[in-house]
Every structure is written in structure tokens, then in C-alpha cells.
């Protein structure tokens, strides 16, 4: 109790402090920012007064705007004269009441409008013109840019602070400050919560009860995508799934690890067949199953990881057309049931899912952990139970050891030993962000799959970002084979690429491989070995700093994607929502709400999305130099190292403070 109590007196207030130190800062530079053109904080207003105004030609088409990036002037008056060149279109600006019906073939003036706060806004199409009609947006950016200045400087200022903390008062046991060995028994310590959690967890019928809903789930989306609306924002199995449940996914991360694992029904149709029972344990120890050994060779995260990649190279496919989609889901959910029948165990979800792959890499960062409250008391155990079973429970079925697991990254969270367990020696505990990230990094350094998933990971967040939310139109043509329809079954036709759509797909196709596989990786090694020579030691190999100091990587690019769930969330909610009520897209509204689409403060994204980036710097930093002092005899190689990984650190969050800035 007195080390709870410690971790609320001292590290919650230095919590407090840190979110102090990075929001006020922003919220102080947002009023700077405004108050430099006008007293009166509104970022644009229709102008009535006298003087001639700038007039911008536009013309809209599937799915850009052009031009894509406009400059104006502060203060300027401007009026914009929009075009549509094929299909109606909507006219919008972030955060102001400037909306606009552009009929096909016609042209509309918009203004004069006079902007008087500095910064880059976004233009987007608001009337739903095809399946990229999500993606339609240009930047608007009024000079000169201080928001992004600002954003600069606090980023690198950010990275200064970092290095002179870890220098002057960097120690192993703690994270910017916080005691990251303090951990608390959520079935013990926590009242009436905790005993609850643990008699719902040992119950058999958990995981049925959570599983059931979502194979529902599934069903609908099935039947959504292949008989719903071709277009991706009116479908279900588009709108929900990849906004809502994507967005939702990185937040399940970092507060509940792999719990999507334990509520997932790609696997769990094999497992009910091989068990041949829905919630109860089988007595007979033999599966309806082939009993195959999983090979060794492939007990990694390499198929997952490159699955994920493969899976994004076609992310503007998956996300605008249902029919895709629910392709996707038929394949992975009969793969997880013909795997299971054949080897029975998890090892679809460990090796070959690239949701499981992403979210088990990720893992580690998770305030949420389930382990043994001893790991002595399990090793003299002869039972050992939660490995073969018992009458209440079944072995774990990930293939782990549960009494010695030391990360999240395997753990599936079934919770089996937890039912299993006759000492009461299993728990969950809630702890300190990346608690167990540097022992981690050197145990493990030298898994190459989980360090290439740490940088197909972080390149992709960069891309999604592009595709999703940026102004250049060619990488979405790109990625969409200049394809112009959308698809369900029916139309599904529809989808056949032509010689010239294949050949640009080709172009996104190796331009992203080349990142996440080629240079990225290549990048970093290089500041691994020269983070090596500024450390002045020889006996340690370039390849074992790299791939230790990759795994800084899972909560650097965790906050990232974070920060992508909130945009995304936040410019287009409207769409899962009417969705629920609206599930095919055939004009129902069965619940009896339908929104019209508007984002909410998109003019304030970017100051919740810097906070983020500035979080996963810091902690990026102060992880490597915790892994340095594991890896140097002494503080000053540490810091040397640490202070040339944060060159590229540094950059990295630029590159991202200029993508939203």
C-alpha cells in the first residue's frame, strides 16, 4: 500500500506537470498565433469592406482539387471561383461556415473571403462525389505559416529538454521521470472493481459472451459489403470498420494491450470445431484437429508484418469499396479456421493475422499486463496447469508460459490461466507506459521481425497520413489505380485495372515497400552505428544497438497513430454513425438519426495532434537512453549515444509537424 501510495503522491503530480509543460506551450501559442492578426480570435470572416480581392480558380474533379496547395496573404481578401469538371461536389473550409454546391459543369463563387489567422486549413469536398470522396482535400495555407514555426520550435525544444534530463537526471527505473517499476494488482488491490473483474474473467462464458457479438458483426459486414452501397462512406463495412473500429483499436492498445485478441472471431469458428464446445472444457485431450507442429521457422512476426504491409499497399481499396473488404475479412476469418483444425492453437493470431501482428508489437507500450504475482511460486509449481490444462481451463492457448511471461507481445489475453491457475498466482496489473520496453529491447534485439514491423509501422503512419488527409492527389491516384467507381459484389467488375491503372499502383506499390522495407530501415542503421561511434566502444556489434534501439519505434509511432485515430475520428464520425442506422446505405434510418457530415474543430487537430508527437519524442529518447545504460558501462557513452539517435528522432517528428503544421 505505501508504494501505491507513493506512486499517487509523487508520480501522478509529475504527470500533471508533464501534461502542464506540453499543453500550455500549445495553448499559449495557439492565442500568440491568432492574436497576431486579429484581437478577435476567428479565422476568417465574409468581408463587406471596400478593396479588390484576389480571385482563385479552382476546378473539382474526382477525387482533387486544383490546384491542391493555395497561398494566400493575411488579411487578404480572396474570392474563389470553383469549377466541377465531372459530378457535384461540396466546397468546404475547416472550422468556418463556408459551404458551397458546385453542380457539374457549373461554376460557383465563394466569398470574398478575408483570412485573418494564420495557419494551414484544409479545403474538402463535402457532398459525397465517389468512393475517394473521403479523401478530397487541399491545403490552404495563410502566410506567413507561425503556427508551424511555432510547432518547430517546440519540438526541438522539446528534444533539448529530454536530453538534458536524461543527462542530469537520467536513471533506468524511470520514464521522464516517473517510476516505471511500480506496478499495481488490479484483482487485489483495486476494491470491489477488482474482485468483480476476477470472477467475470474466471468465468467460462466470458469469452463466448464476448466473442458472439462480433462473429455478428462480421456477418454484417459480410453482407453489407457484398450487397450494401458500392460507395465506402455510406456502407458499414466501410464506415465502421475503418473508422470507427480502426480508430478505436490504438486506443485499446495502450489502455487493454491485445484485449481485441480476446473478443476477435477470426480464430474463433476453429477453435469452437477443434474444442467441440462453445464455452465448457473438453475432457478428452485429444482435438478434433490434425494436431500438426507449427513450424519453428515461421514462429515469428515476419508473415504477419509483411501481411500488414500488403494489406495497406491496397489500404484505398480496403477503405472505399465494401466488396474489398469483406474479401478481405471471408479470407482471414476461413484462414484462422482452417488453421486451427490443423494446428490447434493460436497461431494465426501470433504469426500470420496483420491486425494481430500490429497490435502484439504495440503491445508492450500498454498500461495493461497480465502476469504472475510470483514467478518463483510458479516455477516451483509442478502442476503447471496453465500450460496443460485443467478441468477448469484449457493450456495456454498462444504456446506460452504464463508463469514466466515477461511481455505482451504473445499474450492473447484468453485468460485460461487465470481460470486455471489453483494458487491464485495470476493477475492482471496496471503499470507504467513500456515498463518492460528496455529489458525487452536487449533480450530480443536481435528479432528482426518485430524491428521491421516497428518500421513498416512507423513509415506507414506516414502514408496513411498522405493518402488520408494530405493534398497531393497523385498518390491517392496512385493507390487507387485511377479508378472512379465504387464496388460491391454486383459491381465488382467495376474494379478491373487497366494497364495504366496497374502500372501507377505499381508506383505506390514500391514507392512505400522501398520506405518501410528499404530506407528507413538503412536511415537508422546508420544512425546506429554512428550513435555506436559516439559512444567510443568496440566490443559491441552495430546490429545489436539497432535492432535494440528499434523497439523505441513501438511507443514513438503508437503516439502517431494516435494521433491519425483522432483525425480520423474527428473530420469524418458522421459516417459510422449514420451507418448504425443505416447499415447498407440504402436510405433506411432505423434508430432514427442521421447527421450531415461536418468535422468537429478540425481547426484545432493540429494542437491535439502535437502534443502526441511531442509525447512519443520524449519517450523515444528517454527509452534509448535507458537501453544505452544497459548496453554502455557508464552515463557519459549513454548520453553520446542517445544524443545521436536523437538527431533522428528529431527529424522524424518534424517530418510529422510539417505533414499537420
Known sequence: MAKINKFRRGNIIFILIILMLLLAPLGISYFIISGQAQKVLRAFELSDEDGEARVIEITASQFQFNPNVIHVDLGEKIIFRVTSTDVMHGFYIDGKDVFAEVPPGETVEIGPLQFNQPGKFKIRCAITCGPLHPFMIADLIVEPDYTLFVFVALTVLTAITVLLYVKTKGREDRILGINR????????????????????????????????????????????????????????????????WFALIEFMIIFASRTWCTMCPLPAVGEWIARRRFIGVHNVRKWFSLNKKWPKSLDNMWIGALSFLVMSLMILWLVTRPVVSAILF???????????????????????????????????????????????????????????????????????????NQENTYCGQCYECLKNCPLDNMTIKARMIGEDLPEKAIRTKNNYDESWMGFIRFSLVIFYTLAFFGPYWFLKDWGNMGNAYGANL??????????????????????????????????????????????????????????????????????????????????????????????????????????????????????????????????????????????????????????????????????FVYLIG
Open 181 to 244: 517499476k511500480v506496478k499495481i494488482d488490479v484483482l487485489k488491490r483495486v476494491r470491489i472493481i477488482g474482485p468483480l473483474l476476477k470472477r467475470v474473467l474466471q468465468w467460462r462464458g466470458i469469452h463466448f459472451v464476448l466473442i458472439l457479438p462480433n462473429l455478428l458483426f462480421f456477418m454484417l459486414i459480410f453482407a453489407t459489403g457484398f450487397f450494401g452501397n458500392p460507395t465506402g462512406n455510406k456502407n458499414f463495412s466501410i464506415a465502421v470498420v475503418w473508422i470507427l
Open 330 to 404: 471471408l479470407i482471414l476469418i476461413v484462414m484462422g479456421t482452417v488453421l486451427y483444425l490443423i494446428v490447434p492453437a493460436r497461431h494465426f493470431c501470433r504469426s500470420i493475422c496483420p491486425a494481430g501482428a500490429y497490435i502484439g508489437y504495440h503491445s508492450n507500450e500498454s498500461i495493461f499486463e497480465v502476469r504472475s504475482r510470483s514467478k518463483a511460486i510458479c516455477d516451483a509449481h509442478p502442476g503447471k496447469e496453465c500450460i496443460r490444462g485443467s478441468p477448469k481451463g484449457y493450456g495456454c492457448p498462444w504456446k506460452l508460459y504464463p508463469g514466466g
Open 490 to 655: 454486383a459491381s465488382i467488375n467495376l474494379l478491373t485495372p487497366t494497364m495504366g491503372g496497374f502500372q501507377k499502383w505499381l508506383n505506390w506499390a514500391l514507392l512505400v515497400s522501398f520506405v518501410a522495407l528499404i530506407a528507413f530501415p538503412a536511415i537508422f542503421y546508420g544512425f546506429s552505428w554512428l550513435a555506436r561511434k559516439a559512444a567510443k566502444v568496440k566490443d559491441i556489434p552495430t546490429k545489436d544497438m539497432f535492432g535494440a534501439y528499434s523497439y523505441v519505434l513501438a511507443p514513438f509511432g503508437l503516439t502517431l497513430w494516435i494521433g491519425f485515430a483522432i483525425t480520423l475520428i474527428l473530420v469524418n464520425w458522421a459516417y459510422p454513425v449514420n451507418a448504425f442506422s443505416d447499415p447498407f446505405g440504402w436510405g433506411w434510418n432505423l434508430f432514427g438519426f442521421k447527421f450531415d457530415w461536418y468535422p468537429i474543430f478540425p481547426h484545432l487537430i493540429p494542437f491535439i495532434q502535437l502534443p502526441l508527437i511531442l509525447l512519443g519524442l520524449a519517450l523515444a529518447i528517454n527509452f534509448t537512453y535507458i537501453i544505452s545504460l544497459k548496453f554502455f558501462n557508464g552515463r557519459k557513452p549513454a548520453f553520446r549515444s542517445t544524443a545521436v539517435m536523437t538527431v533522428l528522432y528529431t527529424g522524424s517528428a518534424l517530418l
